[in-house]
């Protein structure tokens, strides 16, 4: 499909197809960065199109138009190409106004104190039809947006920043230490500060494996991808 009309259907609201998708895949071509991601099923990780891991074999791509989506679906953040650091999709501008609007709002932190119903309230639409919009154009509800956003912001702070752990959790909207550290226990199999200490320490490591998989995965995803 002519990249045109590929740009043409997500601005029509509709997921890239997968052929487009895998081929962007396989150009890590930077225009479709952030437009969507890829979950590798052999490793249960995801990836932005650009992640210079070794490229997965078709049957096992699974294709979503947000990190939310991915993350929702079980996938876990790739540590190689940091799907916190993706652009945010131009896809989402202007597509659907109410759907900009609303991600705009959670980014935020919209639903750090309110609930979904009245991120409706405000953007002036029922709550069910949001949650169907965003079902539609993100492949997340707004509560799974707002967690992947929380998530992939301290992820962000963890690697980029030296500051506290507390801290991050806090910034990052986590309501306690506790639910931040069981939250990247279970996503990154690892804890926080351990994020911070394989950033520091694998710089330009050649032996580390394609994606980084954390332990529990890591048998299954040690051959070719
Ligand atoms: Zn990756």
């Known amino acids: 499909m002519p990249v045109d009309r590929a740009i043409a259907d997500i601005l029509a609201g509709m997921m890239l197809d997968f052929q487009t ?7 890590r071509d930077p225009r479709y ?9 052999s490793t249960g990780i ?13 049957e096992n791509c699974r294709f979503f138009p947000s990190a939310a989506a991915a993350m929702a679906a079980g996938f876990r953040p ?18 659907k106004t109410t759907v900009s609007r609303a991600l705009k709002l959670i ?5 750090e104190q309110h609930s979904v119903g009245r ?48 801290d991050i959790a806090y910034a990052a909207g986590f309501r306690s230490i506790r639910q931040f550290n069981d939250t990247f226990r279970k996503l990154y199999g690892r804890p926080p ?4 200490t394989a ?18 995965r890591e048998s299954a995803s040690r051959g070719p991808l």
């Open 21 to 27: 998708c895998y081929r962007a895949l396989q150009n």
């Open 33 to 41: 960065d952030g437009q969507f991601f890829t979950g590798v099923t």
């Open 46 to 58: 995801f990836c932005r199109p650009v992640c210079p891991a070794v490229r997965p074999k078709p």
């Open 78 to 95: 790739c540590l190689r190409c940091r799907p916190e650091s993706a652009p945010h999709s131009p896809a989402w501008n202007g597509v």
């Open 107 to 111: 980014e935020q932190g919209a639903l």
């Open 119 to 166: 991120l409706a309230q405000r953007l002036g639409v029922g709550e069910r039809y949001l949650r169907r919009l965003f079902a539609t154009h993100v492949g997340a509800s707004p509560a799974a947006v707002d967690r992947s956003r929380r998530v992939l912001l301290a992820k962000k702070l963890i690697t980029d920043s030296t500051r506290p752990m507390a």
């Open 193 to 196: 500060t351990a994020l911070r």
């Open 199 to 216: 950033h520091l320490g694998g710089r330009g490591s050649k032996s580390a494996p394609p994606c980084q998989p954390t332990p529990d």
